[in-house]
């Protein structure tokens, strides 16, 4: 039961995509055929539904040559009729020799004369007529082509298992049957990485950084400068060059680098490491590095280490509103590499804009964010004014209006704020009230 509920859900979610007008204009007959490959309790439900067209025309009567007529050699077939024909697998499932995660997917076919026929399994589902995007192919399998002793009026379908747990998917019309093998994929042995692969992320300001590498272990050898030699170009991990994506243009060592995924590849030395950004072009080590390739080289000094460090280690430290370190960790080796990013000539324009924008204002970010980055700090305050006449029991806000007013040089304002925000706190309860009361009077302290 659990399997039928399962398979219906999929075909109502494949299909709900489709009009209903669509769906109304059916010619043909529909059907679902629908078979456990394997233990019935435990095996793969595999479902194929479709639209069932009759040799004969069904306008006229008149018989129709198929194969080479109306489904023409070597073009794509929608295999069915109306809608596109659908297959659901519940589990994974090799179909010939393509792996099929489980899901909804949809087939048609090419059929071809003289070469190997092909059944297509694309992943645009919910389509009308012939859903031919090559973009969207899963992949393309060779069919076993036979001819019938007996004609087939109406297009069929089956999916026939057997006592293995396989089965076979077979299409026949007219006096041709196509037919194609099903089975569980082999199962596949997970062994352990001896240099484990890694991915970091990382926020700076509104950039995002991602860092995929390889992280081997020193194991009791030499690495830096031993294993991986002073002045050779290293692929900066193990594996495949490592790689890194920023979401926008950064500052790298004070040069500048474009957004975009890049592969890091290093030349280490004992007093200076050269950092290379090389356009991405899925290296495995640093064997086909070619410097031509190079979108931008820096250096950086290294950083001894009192204790040493086993795994190769890549991180970021050293936060401030706009910049952090890049830190390259091995042994007793730290290669800190200094990243900017422009926080403010990225964030004011989009600032600026939401708020000549009609709708809700971000009030309240945006002036701390000016406070923060001493910007016009004249529009902070009224933006402060203007979120907390939106909230105005905000205790938190008027005390950062204080600030606003004291960096202006509004020290009597800066104590009023002050003084309002305590009277507002006052009235809470738990570590909230104490803390801003705290802050406040820490405030009014430094205006005197």
């Known amino acids: 039961m659990r399997h039928l509920r399962t398979t219906l859900a999929l075909i109502v979610g494949a299909l709900a995509v489709l009009p209903l007008a669509a769906q109304q204009n059916r010619k043909s007959p529909h059907e679902t055929v629908s078979t456990v490959l394997g233990d019935w309790r435990t095996g793969n439900r595999v479902t194929v539904v479709y639209g069932r067209p009759y040799t004969k025309d069904p306008k006229t009567g008149a018989p129709r040559a198929i194969w080479g007529g109306l489904v023409k050699w070597d073009a794509a077939y929608r295999l069915g009729a109306d809608e596109a024909t659908t297959l659901i697998v519940q589990k994974p499932l090799m179909l010939g020799t393509a792996l099929v995660p489980a899901g909804a997917y949809t087939l048609y076919l090419v059929p071809s004369q003289a070469g190997a026929s092909k059944l297509a399994i694309s992943t645009n589902v919910g389509k009308w007529g012939d859903p031919v995007d090559e973009t969207h192919d899963l992949a393309r399998v060779d069919l076993a082509k036979e001819a019938l002793e007996a004609p087939v009026d109406q297009l069929t379908i089956s ?23 099903l089975k569980a994929p082999e199962p596949q042995l997970a062994f ?3 240099s484990p692969t890694a991915t970091l992320r990382q926020r700076i300001g509104i950039t995002d950084i991602e860092v995929v590498y390889s992280r081997p272990s020193a194991k009791g050898r030499v690495m830096l400068g031993g294993n991986n030699p002073y002045g050779q170009v290293w692929r900066t991990g193990a594996n495949s060059a490592t790689r890194i994506t920023f979401s926008t243009p950064v500052t790298v060592e004070g040069s500048h680098l474009d957004a975009g995924t890049y592969e890091l590849f290093t030349i280490p030395a004992k007093d200076q490491w050269t950092i290379i950004f090389q356009k991405a072009g899925d290296q495995w080590g640093a064997y086909s590095y070619d410097a031509k390739n190079d979108v931008l080289r820096v250096t950086a000094k290294p950083v001894e280490l009192a204790e040493p460090v086993e795994t190769f280690t890549i991180e970021f430290n050293d936060f401030r509103a706009s910049t952090a370190t890049l830190d390259l960790v091995w042994e007793h080796t730290r290669v800190p590499v200094k990243l900017d990013v422009d ?11 939401a708020m000549a924008a009609p709708g809700k204002k971000p009030y309240f970010p945006a002036a701390m964010f000016y406070l923060d980055n001493n910007l016009d700090l004249a529009k902070a305050e009224a933006w402060m004014d203007a979120a907390i006449a939106e909230q105005p029991g905000a205790y938190y806000m008027v005390y950062r209006k204080a600030l606003i007013q004291a960096k202006r040089g509004d020290k009597a304002g800066a104590e009023s704020s002050a003084r309002h925000s305590i009277e507002l706190a006052s009235k809470e309860t738990g ?17 005197k």
């Open 159 to 181: 999916v026939d298992s057997d006592p293995s747990g396989s089965g076979t998917l077979k299409i026949r019309w007219e006096k041709t049957q196509y037919s194609v093998a």
């Open 192 to 194: 352990p990485q001896s």
């Open 343 to 353: 926080v403010v000539g990225a964030l004011v324009p989009k600032i600026e804009a």
């Open 431 to 447: 570590p909230a009230k104490d803390e801003y009361v705290r802050l406040n009077e820490a405030l009014i302290a430094s205006l």
